[in-house]
């Protein structure tokens, strides 16, 4: 049982509204000291060594026996003992964190250690397509609320988004900030001060995003077809050689909906990996084909590989849509799940080989994409699964997991081969945290005096190891497939021990030699053939950047007579899905930098561009080749530092990378002190700048080998000049055309 926490005092007690400032309240949760002191964790499990994990059950979920088994994935067996349970409130004896205190303290996240909170929301709307930035400013004593039958007096964010949308022409969509509820005890007729202070709970309520930031266009985007959604997810597929697996989980009366590629042979995931959904159109219209490959590796890191027989017919322009019928495929979902049987024929084409739960309702049911038919099968709980824990405190928790299962998996696919070898990894003990220590990296012996394994060599870690991934495996082969996602794919082979020319290119300073391989090794030579530059390679899984010496086939032996071969496959493999490497060629779809500058402007950030010119180490398998960029949003004035180094292959990348994380962007520009008010811009429409693609590679081309950072702000653009040691401002000008002019470059 979870400890109580102490009973705090009222949230809050009063609050200034101060007019050009903004309204500032004490933090409740640690009463203005910044500190808070909780129960430790310990507390949670009573003065017990061992003890059983158990969390808090669903409000909606009835007692239930403690002989009762689990029913779902997520809870552990009910049988523990009462009188164990009822000494939950006391500390460990031998608490390493509280010293059986029983408490512990630390700073207070709420106020951001400040003793104060800020009662204040802004609502900031941004044409992308015209620069056109309007905000809205939400204090006590402003707020206008309205009343609403079912939470009494609200204040209508939502309404207020419309109104600045409206006011700089962008096409409202998808969700926004949610109605502010004000405290049941607030009326209209009470007296300023007690409305005020009524209203700066309420705000303070919301002070995880005090910002509200939405983009948007002129036009409002189409939307998403489910049914042509589903039909490329399938295709890609068929020409990946993947599951594409929907699932549907349902715990405590909700449903929640995944859609994932999965290797054949992939166990179904623990816990709700999904989220909540309306049904399947509605989670259709949330998975792209990227968003449905992110943790494949994760998911297939224990399945087991086998060679590919591709035979897919020729093919030319896109993959022909897979019909399906949408309303016939969530239903034989829904049935399972919900403890209908289904065994008999597939209206889809495909073939039923689920069950029916035994004892009422199932915890899921499954559709899985492969050989051009669905499979459908319900999820049934598995044996369960006694897991030791050690926790910070010092006990050992017991955990108890009921996993799941398929009720009956779908045959293996056509196109499956021979199984994959494989060796045992050599860093790693199977069943426990035993992992090659860090003092043994890159083959030096392990020292005697490490702290971790005390010369023993190998030393427990919470990571997976980093030779295998925690597969436990190193494949004798590995397949490389490359792919548009669109209707091209090239499947490779690599096997271990293939005797290849290698010739030697370079020595590490260590002595090790580097060699390169042939051409079929180098995944840089297939980009052309896929119709991208190398520079755009990434891992499906992530879009995580290639490494050089995988696109360009550079090896470090470890000694002059080790299998190049067997060596690239070691160092590209570990924790690949079934020994499989899926690499995305697709040039990354994104704005254009200027217009991230305008919008950047706009909001009174400053969008900081920094470029790295090395293409002069070219040809050198020792050193970083090209350019690298960065993108990224910042609150002005913009103070770089010598540890910011740019680190992307394009700047395509870069901006992709800028714009996955546009809210942290905007988390950072709120000011630390309450004091402070949020920003609140403002900025009519405005043209679209220049391109400063070209004159920045100009620029870093001037001084090569060195970080150059540029930042477009309302006041123009200013060059850093990054050194050994320090960072000094270059040049500063109201463009950039003409701080180029300044430092007499062309």
């Known amino acids: 049982m979870r400890a109580a926490r102490p009973a705090r005092r009222a949230l809050l007690g009063a609050a200034v509204v101060v007019s050009d400032r903004a309204t500032v309240v004490v933090c409740a949760e640690c009463d203005g000291s910044a500190v808070r002191v909780d129960p430790c964790r310990c507390t949670r499990y009573g003065d017990r060594f061992l003890a059983a994990d158990e969390p808090p059950r669903a409000a909606d979920d009835p007692p239930r026996a403690a002989d009762e088994p689990p029913r779902n994935t997520d809870e552990p067996s009910r049988a523990a003992d009462e009188p164990a349970r009822a000494s939950a409130q006391a500390a460990y ?15 207070c996240q709420h106020c951001r250690r400040t003793g104060r909170r800020r009662a204040e929301l802004v609502l900031t709307v941004a044409n992308l397509d015209t620069g056109a930035v309007a905000s809205h400013r939400l204090r006590p004593g402003g707020l206008a609320p309205r009343p609403d039958r079912a939470a009494g007096w609200v204040v209508d964010l939502p309404a207020r988004v419309r109104e600045l949308a409206a006011t700089v022409g962008v096409a409202v969509t998808g969700d926004g900030p949610a109605p ?7 009326r209209p007729d009470l007296p300023a001060e007690q409305r005020y202070v009524l209203e700066a709970q309420a705000l ?44 549907v989980r349902r715990q405590a009366g909700w449903s929640t909906w995944d859609i994932r590629y999965e290797v054949p042979g992939s166990p179904v995931g623990t816990g709700l990996t999904g989220r909540s959904a309306d049904g399947l159109p509605d989670a259709l219209a ?25 035979e897919l017919p020729a093919q030319r322009g896109p993959l022909r849509p897979v019909p ?13 799940a919900l403890g209908g049987s289904a065994a008999g024929g597939s209206a889809l084409g495909g073939s039923a080989i689920g069950g029916s739960a035994v004892g009422g309702e199932l915890p899921g049911a499954q559709a899985i994409w492969r050989d051009h038919r669905w499979w459908h099968t319900s999820l049934c709980p598995d044996a369960p699964v006694e897991e030791l824990t050690e926790d910070p405190t010092g006990q050992v928790i017991r955990r ?9 998996p779908p045959p293996p696919p056509a196109w499956q081969g021979e199984p994959v070898p494989w060796r045992p990894c050599p860093d790693c003990v199977p069943g426990t945290r035993l992992c090659a220590c860090l003092c043994t990296l890159g083959g030096r012996p392990a020292a005697p005096d490490c702290a971790a394994c005390s010369g023993a060599g190998r030393a427990p870690s919470v990571l997976s190891c980093h030779t295998c991934g925690g597969t436990h495996r190193l494949y004798r082969t590995l397949t490389v497939t490359l792919t548009d996602l669109r209707h091209r794919v090239i499947h490779l082979a690599w096997h271990a021990g293939t005797p290849e020319p290698a010739p030697l290119v370079a020595t590490q300073p260590g002595g090790r030699p580097v060699v390169q391989l042939p051409e079929r090794y180098r995944l840089a030579a297939w980009a052309s053939i896929l119709g991208v530059r190398p520079d755009d390679l990434t891992e499906a899984d992530g879009g995580f950047e290639l490494t050089q010496d995988l696109r360009d086939g550079y090896v470090t032996l470890p000694s002059s007579v080790a299998d190049p071969v067997t060596e690239h496959l070691d160092a590209a493999g570990p924790g690949l899905p079934a020994g499989r490497l899926i690499v995305a060629a697709v040039h990354p779809t994104v704005p254009p930098v200027a217009e991230l500058i305008r919008h950047a402007v706009g909001l009174d950030l400053a969008c900081v561009i920094q470029v790295w010119d090395l293409r002069a180490n070219a040809g050198d398998p020792l050193r970083i080749r090209g350019r690298r960029w960065s993108v990224e949003l910042l609150p002005t004035p913009v103070r770089p530092t010598v540890d910011d180094v740019p680190y992307h292959p394009s700047v395509e990348a870069a901006v992709a990378y800028c714009l996955e994380y546009l809210d942290t962007a905007y988390d950072r520009a709120v000011p630390v002190d309450p004091e402070q008010p949020l920003p609140a811009p403002a900025s009519a429409a405005r043209p679209l700048p220049a391109d400063p693609v070209p004159a920045l590679e100009r620029l870093a081309a001037g001084h090569p080998g060195q970080v150059l950072t540029v930042a477009f702000t309302r006041a123009g653009c200013v060059v850093h ?4 040691d320090q960072v000094r401002p270059l040049a500063h000008a109201p463009d950039l055309p003409t701080l180029l002019t300044t430092l007499r470059l062309p």
């Not at 502010?180 to 005890?185: A, F, G, I, R």
């Not at 002129?218 to 490329?232: G, I, Q």
């Not at 108890?400 to 009956?408: G, H, I, S, Y």
């Not at 000049?721 to 050994?724: E, N, Q």
Request: aromatic fraction near 4%.
């Open 204 to 247: 303070v309520a919301r002070d995880r995003v005090p910002w509200w930031v939405l983009t948007g266009r002129s036009d409002a985007p189409p939307p998403v077809d489910p049914a042509a959604r589903l039909a490329e997810l399938c295709a890609v597929a068929n020409l990946l050689l993947l599951d594409l697996v929907i699932e």
């Open 721 to 724: 000049h990054h050194d050994d």
């Open 324 to 336: 399906v019928d949408l309303d016939e495929l969530e239903r034989r979902l829904r049935n399972p």
């Open 180 to 186: 502010v509820v004000l405290p049941q005890q607030w």
């Open 400 to 408: 108890v997991r009921v996993p799941l299962r398929r009720d009956t």
């Open 93 to 107: 004896r031998d608490c390493v964190v509280c010293r059986r205190i029983g408490q512990v303290a630390g700073a």
């Open 286 to 310: 949330r998975t792209d084909v990227r968003r449905a490959l992110d943790g494949l590796a994760a998911r297939g890191r224990t399945a087991p590989a086998y060679l590919l027989r591709p």
